[in-house]
């Protein structure tokens, strides 16, 4: 459901730049006939396409992680798009909220270094067994070749 979730976001993302242009053109032409209003409305475009381009950034982050972080900001990047984008961006928006939602609700948690086998990561004597588990089998990968060695190095008594 994360990539699903990152994918809805993409996609969103896109259709909310094209609604910021939008928003912007007609800002535009309403500065151009001297329309009250008209300095608004290309700000909400200006906020509609940041927020539309983190929307694309985030959600391409939630495809390819497994942190629940990118989706929570992508909802948070949702909402504040939807507030400060416009109306016309805040369709597309509510589209980027539902992605970031999938992304945080189908992220499953990634293992602890030190989780045991019961899920109880409090037994000590568990924990230090397991490292020294580790410590053991990296010395026998590790250790060193015995080379037999004479008084005159590597070569041996002549």
Same mark, same amino acid.
């Given at each position: 459901?994360?990539? =699903? @979730? *990152? #994918?809805? !976001?993409?996609?969103?993302? /896109?259709?909310?730049?094209?609604?910021?242009?939008?928003?912007?053109?007609?800002?535009?032409?309403?500065?151009?006939?001297? !329309?009250? *209003? !008209?300095g608004t409305v290309?700000?909400?475009?200006?906020?509609?396409?940041?927020?539309?381009?983190?929307? /694309? #950034?985030?959600?391409? #982050?939630c495809i390819g992680?497994?942190?629940?972080? $990118?989706?929570?900001?992508?909802?948070?990047?949702?909402?504040? @798009? =939807?507030?400060?984008?416009?109306?016309?961006?805040?369709?597309?928006?509510?589209?980027?909220?539902? @992605? *970031? #939602?999938?992304?945080? /609700?189908?992220?499953?948690? =990634?293992?602890?270094?030190?989780?045991?086998?019961?899920?109880?990561?409090?037994?000590?004597?568990?924990i230090i067994a397991?490292?020294?588990?580790?410590?053991?089998?990296?010395?026998?990968?590790?250790? $060193?070749?015995?080379?037999?060695?004479?008084?005159? @190095?590597?070569?041996?008594? !002549?």
């Amino acid at each position: 459901m994360q990539k =699903a @979730g *990152g #994918i809805i !976001a993409l996609v969103a993302g /896109i259709f909310g730049i094209l609604a910021a242009i939008v928003t912007l053109s007609v800002g535009g032409v309403g500065s151009a006939f001297n !329309a009250e *209003g !008209a300095g608004t409305v290309v700000g909400l475009g200006w906020g509609g396409m940041i927020f539309s381009f983190l929307t /694309i #950034i985030l959600g391409a #982050i939630c495809i390819g992680t497994t942190s629940r972080v $990118p989706g929570l900001f992508l909802v948070g990047c949702a909402l504040a @798009g =939807a507030v400060l984008g416009g109306t016309f961006v805040a369709v597309f928006m509510v589209l980027a909220l539902v @992605g *970031g #939602i999938l992304a945080m /609700i189908g992220t499953k948690p =990634a293992p602890k270094a030190f989780d045991t086998p019961s899920g109880d990561a409090t037994n000590v004597d568990e924990i230090i067994a397991r490292h020294l588990q580790k410590e053991r089998a990296h010395e026998a990968v590790s250790a $060193p070749v015995s080379r037999p060695q004479g008084p005159f @190095g590597k070569r041996g008594a !002549a």
